[in-house]
């Protein structure tokens, strides 16, 4: 996959309708696995603000449900759409369940492990809620599970690369 566009590696819609990152109207996007089950959960919150702030400059959260890290994703993709609207008034896409490390990774997945974080660590994705900043030429920036989405180091780096 080293030779495809990261932002043209195909996956599956909330409705099973095939898309890219490319099909969304943003520049810059924040790819995050998410679950609704998770100590780390409120983090939809500030994944929301961001979309808020600066979803008409060009940037969209994108997110991939995860049952992988301790079955803490285990509703269908109808439940954990409702969870998202009813308990966090989430607007950004949310994505079909997906497979993030090991066997069955979705592709997209497979190609954004690839990034090294700031200390350097590509591989697997450790948790829920890890992050990645996927600028419109392609390039990405990681950032691990704990790192909060309203953390100074992400906001930054999505003002920085936001164009509009």
Request: proline share 5%.
């Amino acid at each position: 996959m080293t030779d495809e566009n990261l932002r043209q590696i195909p996956f599956t819609d909330a409705q099973g309708a095939t898309k890219t990152l490319d099909d969304y109207d943003a520049d810059v996007l924040l790819v995050v696995n998410v679950a609704s089950k998770c100590g780390l959960t409120p983090q939809y919150e500030q994944l929301e603000q961001l979309q808020r702030t600066y979803g008409e400059r060009g940037f969209s959260v994108v997110g991939f449900p995860c049952n992988q890290f301790m079955g803490q994703e285990p509703g269908s993709i109808e439940k954990i759409l409702e969870f998202c609207s009813t308990t966090y008034g989430i607007s950004f896409p949310i994505n079909d369940k997906i497979k993030v490390n090991g066997r069955g990774a979705a592709d997209l997945y497979k190609q954004l492990k690839q990034t090294q974080d700031a200390g350097g660590k590509a591989g697997r994705v450790e948790w829920n809620f890890e992050k990645f900043l996927v600028r419109a030429d392609g390039s990405v920036q990681r950032f691990r599970p704990k790192q909060k989405p309203d953390d100074p180091e992400i906001v930054g780096a999505i003002e920085a690369a936001l164009t509009r």
